[in-house]
């Protein structure tokens, strides 16, 4: 009976030798078209299956869910990763120069690597799954309580010293956790509105807006505070829609009332090129004050329907 070549020779007793899994590339995961093509065919299939009955009203509860089944996937990959890399830190830091040392170090790295080429695969159909939520809801899929990192479509080196692949694994969170390019804040409350042709004025300033500021800042990442509801969720929609890279800071709530005011100080840290301001609370106007103190340049929409303050008293006069 014919057996692979690996089997036969590990069925052979070769002192020092030893056959493990090749390291993966990108061509080891499904392909992106074929990631596409699927998850649009089960999405169809399933809102068209709650279409006129009665979980049409959990849809978007449904909707989520499903996105979440992949960030959850992706979740566990980093744990591994993780566990892998301190694995291949430990290593160097017992380092011996022996052949078996070297041996279990090249099995360690090889390990994370498949780790991270599976998390880097979940992830990308994660984020093709949140851009079906986006069409069908119109509202950015955020997780409950973990970030959306995005580490990028590239794998670290099929063949790489331990080192190395340590310093890349770095770098790399790095990138996932802050990406390049120029900060941008965005902040405002939870409005409501007398029509919904309010809410629809209200919801196209602020998307204008932003327009706007990326023309003047190509390589914008829009910083806010992530919330699900209100001013919050609409930029975060259009950051998507545009593909901005986002990063949110959330209230940290055992701060109590100093919450919103710490989260200001975390943001102003960043050093922004510009503040928007859509209107707010106390909080909010704060910022502004703050921002003007350290000569950032605040583009003002605080007026009525989210439009600048000064052509609203213009109107008036």
Request: hydrophobic share 45%; charged share 25%; glycine share 8%.
């Amino acid at each position: 009976m014919h057996t692979p070549f690996a089997d036969q020779l590990a069925g052979l007793d070769l002192a020092g030798f030893s056959i493990g899994p090749a390291p993966v590339s990108s061509t080891d995961f499904p392909e992106r078209e074929a990631v596409v093509q699927t998850l649009e065919a089960i999405w169809s299939d399933l809102f068209a299956l709650f279409s006129g009955t009665a979980l049409e009203a959990d849809a978007e509860d449904l909707g989520w869910a499903f996105v979440n089944l992949f960030h959850r996937s992706a979740a566990r990959k980093v744990t591994a990763l993780d566990r892998a890399t301190d694995e291949v830190r430990a290593l160097l830091a017992t380092a011996d120069g022996s052949e078996v040392h070297t041996s279990e170090l090249e099995s360690q790295v090889e390990r994370a690597q498949c780790a991270e080429g599976a998390m880097l695969a979940l992830e990308e159909m994660r984020e093709v799954a949140a851009s079906l939520y986006l069409n069908e809801f119109g509202s950015s899929w955020k997780p409950v309580s973990s970030s959306r990192f995005n580490h990028g479509a590239m794998l670290t080196s099929a063949l790489v010293e331990g080192r190395d692949f340590l310093r890349a694994r770095a770098e790399a969170k790095r990138r996932a956790a802050m990406p390049e390019g120029i900060p941008v804040i965005f902040a405002g409350g939870r409005t409501r509105h007398a029509t919904d042709a309010d809410a629809k004025t209200f919801a196209e300033n602020i998307w204008a807006t932003l327009d706007k500021v990326r023309d003047r800042v190509p390589d914008m990442v829009l910083v806010h505070g992530g919330d699900t509801k209100g001013a919050d969720r609409l930029a975060s929609s259009w950051a998507e829609r545009r593909e901005v890279p986002q990063v949110t800071f959330s209230l940290d709530m055992r701060l109590g009332a100093r919450a919103g005011f710490k989260r200001n100080e975390r943001m102003l840290s960043l050093d922004p090129r510009y503040v928007v301001a859509f209107p707010g609370n106390g909080v909010l106007e704060r910022l502004v004050i703050e921002a003007k103190a350290r000569r950032i340049t605040v583009v003002d929409r605080r007026g009525p329907l989210g439009t600048s303050p000064k052509a609203a008293t213009a109107g008036g006069e």
